[in-house]
């Protein structure tokens, strides 16, 4: 199954009457994980890589070029309709050139730029990358932060129907992230999400809406979300959760003598890391189910 574009999976969704995830990778076992999960679902999935946590300058120095030379590779022998993301770009200049590197997918983190930046950066984007085949998300509005001990919603704003719709029409983009109470990064508990404001966006914008902060997303609030436009949920900080309590698991009750090249980089059973990516799977493959995915594909 080829590459396809992150625009038609996220169409066949909204036509299908359920979400497609994007699981949030950062190394090759994180990624091999989300599409061996995915196979085993017989379900699409959007690959890819996210920036927010990355270091800046790593990115800058080639650290882009390097996460879609892992990814580009697995992506086109995905036995699974898949699209490669590089999710939470800080500029413009980063997306293109993931763009240019591999990604047939992008989004910016845009929440912090004034309304007419937001309108002629993605509108420029969506040039950029709809004439090299690739899609574009974009997001209005601010999601709350998640901070010790809870959320601060302090900065956060809604999206505003009307605007996204005029967003959506004067940039062209592919799929709205939208800001309905969703917290991204929670560790504990769930999001406070406003459902009747999520259906009043859809309801002017009827593009795919993306909701991030999948982690935190209450699980019996999926079926109404996808019924009110959600296409797409973004996850993570779980998959990281899930990777490394195995990981820290298994460290704990090692011998002294473990053989260092059985346990780093074999790819055998008794790698470290492939325990991480198991746990990891397991975690990506209920949210599918979750999601309605599973056998999608
Ligand atoms: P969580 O880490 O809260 O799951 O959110 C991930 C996300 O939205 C990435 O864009």
């Known amino acids: 199954?080829?590459?396809?574009?992150?625009?038609?999976?996220?169409?066949?969704?909204?036509?299908?009457?359920?979400?497609?995830?994007?699981?949030?990778?950062?190394?090759?076992?994180s990624?091999?994980?989300?599409?061996?999960?995915a196979e085993m679902e017989g379900a699409p999935v959007i690959l890819g890589f996210g920036c927010m946590m990355a270091e800046e300058e790593w990115l800058d120095r080639g650290g882009i070029e390097v996460l879609a030379g892992m990814g580009l590779p697995l992506a086109q022998r995905a036995r699974m309709p898949v699209a490669l993301l590089l999710?939470?770009?800080?500029?413009?200049?980063?997306?293109?050139?993931?763009?240019?590197?591999?990604?047939?997918?992008?989004?910016v983190d845009s929440s912090a730029w004034s309304w007419e930046q937001a309108v002629a950066g993605m509108g420029e984007l969506v040039?950029?990358?709809?004439?090299?085949?690739?899609?574009?998300?974009?997001?209005?509005?601010?999601?709350?932060?998640?901070?010790?001990?809870?959320?601060?919603?302090?900065?956060a704003a809604l999206t505003d129907p009307a605007q996204a719709a005029e967003f959506c029409r004067l940039t062209g983009i592919d799929c709205l992230a939208?800001?309905?109470?969703?917290?991204?990064?929670?560790?504990?508990?769930?999001a406070p999400v406003d459902l009747d404001h999520l259906e009043a966006i859809y309801k002017e914008v009827r593009l795919p809406l993306v909701m991030h902060g999948g982690t935190s997303f209450p699980p019996q609030a999926v079926p109404r979300a996808i019924a009110g436009g959600?296409?797409?949920?973004?996850?993570?900080?779980?998959?990281?959760k899930r990777f490394l309590d195995a990981?820290?698991?298994?460290?704990?009750?090692?011998?002294?003598?473990v053989d260092p090249h059985q346990v780093l980089g074999s790819h055998k059973k008794a790698d470290l890391l492939n325990?991480?990516?198991?746990a990891m799977a397991a975690e990506v493959r209920r949210l599918i189910q979750l999601y309605g995915g599973s056998g999608k594909g």
């Open 1 to 29: 199954m080829p590459l396809v574009t992150m625009t038609e999976l996220v169409s066949g969704a909204q036509a299908g009457g359920y979400a497609v995830g994007y699981f949030e990778a950062w190394d090759n076992y």
């Open 31 to 37: 990624l091999e994980a989300v599409m061996e999960a």
């Open 87 to 107: 999710n939470e770009a800080h500029s413009l200049d980063q997306a293109k050139r993931g763009i240019d590197a591999g990604f047939n997918a992008v989004m």
């Open 127 to 155: 040039q950029y990358a709809h004439a090299r085949g690739a899609s574009v998300e974009a997001e209005l509005g601010r999601l709350p932060d998640a901070v010790e001990g809870g959320i601060d919603d302090s900065a």
């Open 178 to 190: 939208v800001s309905v109470g969703n917290v991204h990064l929670l560790t504990a508990g769930y």
């Open 230 to 240: 959600v296409a797409k949920f973004n996850v993570g900080t779980i998959l990281k």
């Open 247 to 257: 990981v820290r698991g298994r460290v704990a009750v090692w011998p002294a003598s």
């Open 275 to 278: 325990i991480g990516k198991q």
